[in-house]
Structure formats: C-alpha cells, structure tokens
C-alpha cells in the first residue's frame, strides 16, 4: 500500500463514452502527477499540479481534462476518445517539486482499454 | 537522442548471479538520480536513490558517472523475486524524465 489508490483499476469504453479516472492520495503531498504508459514506452508525463494549480501540461489532446479540487485528490475526465489512447494510467504524488521532494509515488493504475 | 536510455533487455540470469544495467541521460544538468522498480502489471516503486556518487542497499549498488553521463544499478546474489522491470529515472530542469526500463528475469 503506498498511500495513493487510483479507481477503476479497469475501464473499458467506447469511443463516444465519458468516464472519469479518480486518484487519492493519504500521503499529505502537495503535487500530484498524471502518466501515460504505453507498452515498450517510457512512462510520458501528461499533467502536474502543485498546491491545486495546473503547473505542467505536456501538449495533451483536449479530449483528456485533468481537475484537481484540493490537495488530496486528482481527477482525469476522459471524452471521445481514440484506441491509441488504451494505455496504462497512472497518478503519482510527491512532497513537492525541487529536487529533495519529487521522489514520486504511484498508484497502482487504471488499465483503459478504447474500442 | 532520447533523454534517458536503457537497455530493454531481457536479461536473463540464474538465482545467485550478480547483474548490472547502465542507462545514459543526455541532460548535463541533472543533478537527482533514481532507479525504480515495477512488476509486470503493477505501478512503478522507488528502489533507491542517488545524490552523490553513489548509493548502496543490502544487495542492491548504483553509481553515478557524471562525467560521462550514465547511472548503473548492480544487484548481487540475484533472488527470484527481483524479477521486474528496472525504470532509471533522472531528474533536472523541475521534471522527472523516465526510462523505458530494463526487464530482468532471474531463473532457478
């Protein structure tokens, strides 16, 4: 248990579906983190939010909306998405972000698959 | 070139054999170094750390060369359970960049 749980930890939709991906974290961090990670790939950063502020989005299709309410939780909403979008995602939190506060934890994933 | 580079492997060795993996960064700047752990199917985990020159943990040995830019992580008397992919991390510039990872799998 590392203290950031992620739900669902499976999610099937459509392509015309709307689903939202939920990331908790009981580790009292002030960033958290969305990754995509793709088969054979290194895992890709997708957002970052440091004390409930958008601070990094990494050139994302819109179709992907992080939302961030308070410190302890993460959101990513999922609309009309593509098949190449069927990846591994992940949420991660850490102290902060200088370089004796990113050590990153990770919840264990939500696996989206996109028919 | 890509920022950090592994071999994917796999590395395939018996229970008791001492394996090394190197990975490169091409950031000059980094100055925070990580080697993590993930099963198949699961989410990433910190191993260790590496600020200095170099770090070790019971079987487990990384080293920083900064010189020619490249981070190494040697595991002695490998167990079954070290079975895993191997995710060299670097850190500079205020992000973590990710390797693809290394697979070891350790055979009785």
């Known amino acids: 248990e590392t203290g950031v749980t992620q739900t669902p930890r499976h999610l099937v939709m459509g392509m015309t579906n709307k689903k939202s991906l939920k990331c908790e974290q009981h580790?009292?961090?002030?960033?958290m983190y969305w990754y995509k990670q793709s088969a054979k790939k290194p895992l890709e950063l997708m957002f970052v939010y440091s004390l409930e502020e958008r601070v990094e989005n990494n050139s994302v299709p819109s179709r992907f909306s992080p939302e961030c309410p308070n410190s302890s939780h993460l959101f990513l909403h999922l609309h009309t998405l593509q098949p190449e979008d069927s990846a591994l995602y992940l949420c991660a939190s850490s102290h902060g972000r200088d370089r004796f506060k990113n050590i990153q934890y990770f919840g264990a994933g939500t696996r989206l698959s996109v028919l | 070139r890509k920022e950090v580079e592994q071999d994917p492997g796999p590395f395939n060795v018996p229970e008791g054999a001492t394996v090394a993996f190197n990975c490169t960064y091409s950031?000059?700047?980094?100055?925070?170094f990580f080697w993590y752990r993930q099963d198949c199917r699961k989410e990433p985990k910190l191993l260790m750390s590496v600020y200095s020159s170099g770090n070790e943990d019971g079987r487990f040995t990384a080293q920083l060369n900064r010189a020619s830019q490249y981070i190494s992580l040697l595991i002695r008397d490998s167990k079954l359970s070290d079975s895993a992919t191997y995710l060299c991390v670097v850190w500079g510039g205020n992000k973590l960049v990710f390797g693809a990872g290394t697979i070891l799998r350790v055979k009785s």
């Open positions: 580790l009292g961090h002030n960033a």
């Open positions: 950031n000059s700047a980094s100055q925070s």
